[in-house]
């Protein structure tokens, strides 16, 4: 076995009464992929967030290649080596691609930022990587799954020996989860010893050598990945044995509730369907196919032209406002920029969406509010002091079950989800499968939006593909499987 580089022993972290870390070690060896797994809040990213410098440990040692170190910055953990590309991204949206990887280390010509060398050092660094953006075009243009190719850029740029990767696939493509698979097989062949966050199993068993388990905040087991099984790490995570990840469907699909026809903007074209009442419609497609832009184009964020039927009255949702108001509630893909308000509380969140729909009539009672919001907190297992908690605060995917916590709220017709369990663990991906059936049993509508395969073919009931902004097929669940929506997603 290589030698060990790195030793965290003994760690605790507390946020006022909470206690994310207790107790936790972690030893990390060269040329290895070490994977970080866990439920939402499970304290995953604080603990390497400890380890880049954002973060300071309550209690607790760290020592690199055998030496007790300090890291009570990011820049000691960049001069020890360690990189890291956090879960949320703080990019600042107005710097071109190469600003952005070498943010405050602009090499200077006479005081002035050497353009020439900078734009030749990223273009460099990007070659290595086997990627291309262009360095003196803006972030703001790019997807998440792009801004995340150039964070990791960014990381590899300051030379180091440890790199730590939270939830890097969570937004990334088929084919840009491959690139970045091959990515860390090279870092690896170096010497270099990477952790990989991440709650999707296939990233551990293309990857990983051995996994780390937290839970509540402890450890709570290791294995190595080969040999392993995964229900084994699920073990680890929540305790007990997954029996399935599915719920058995009890939803019938009634009357025609919805009927689009020609819906078209620029990202769309002519798409035409209809949805059931109690029907969960589930859309494939690759990234980029047009998926979101269909719902939002639904919910009426976007504008398009063409033909809306609620309950065969024609309708059009002008802004979001007219779809909360016509029954539609919408789980945006990107929770930061339209899901949520980051800097208020679980409860001003949820009752936002409550508000926005109730504000035509009067407004709740706040027991009630308060009583909806818990009710949530709840069923979404929102790992939380309570419902005063200001969203920032929360771990990633707890994050994103109040966005889903949120929509839920305003109690919608037709509940429209962008990749609802992005960045969730498996266990709360059950509780939201579960929900999500029992809604449509109760008479909900769904359309889910999703890449991952396994979870359309679980619980939708139909499902439609797109391609390059066109439907492409329609599937039924006895047609459709993952061969079947990929053909249609390459339009073959
Ligand atoms: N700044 C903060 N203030 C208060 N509590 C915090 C803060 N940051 C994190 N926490 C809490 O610490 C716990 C661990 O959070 P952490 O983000 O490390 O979880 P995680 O394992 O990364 O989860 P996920 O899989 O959802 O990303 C959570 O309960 C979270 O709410
Ligand atoms: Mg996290």
Known sequence: MSRVILEMKKIYKSYGGIQALKDVSLELRAGEVLCLCGENGAGKSTLMKILAGVETPTQGEIFIDGKLVKISKPIDAFDFGISM???ELVQIEEMTVAENIFVGRYKTKAGFVDNKRLREDTLNLMKELGIYFEPDSLIRQYTVASRQLIEIAKALSH???????????????????????KIIRQLKERGMAIILISHRMEDLYAVGDRVVVLKDGENSGELQVAGSKVDDIVQLMIGRQMTQQFPKKTNSPGEKLLEVKGLTNSKITNISFELKKGEILGIGGLVGAGRTELLRAIFGVDDCQGDVFLKGERIKNNSPIDGLNRGFALVPEDRKDQGLILNQSILQNVVLSILKKMSVWGIMNPKKEMDVCDEYIKKLKIRTSGRTMIVQMLSGGNQQKVVIGKCLASNPEILLLDEPTRGVDVGAKAEIYKIINDLASEGMSIIVVSSEMTELLGISDRILVMHEGHLSGELSMNEASEETIMKLAINH
């Open 159 to 181: 030379n180091c020996s440890i790199i730590i990767f939270d939830e890097p696939t969570a937004a990334l493509t088929i084919e840009e989860t491959e690139k970045l698979y």
């Open 85 to 87: 590309v956090h879960q």
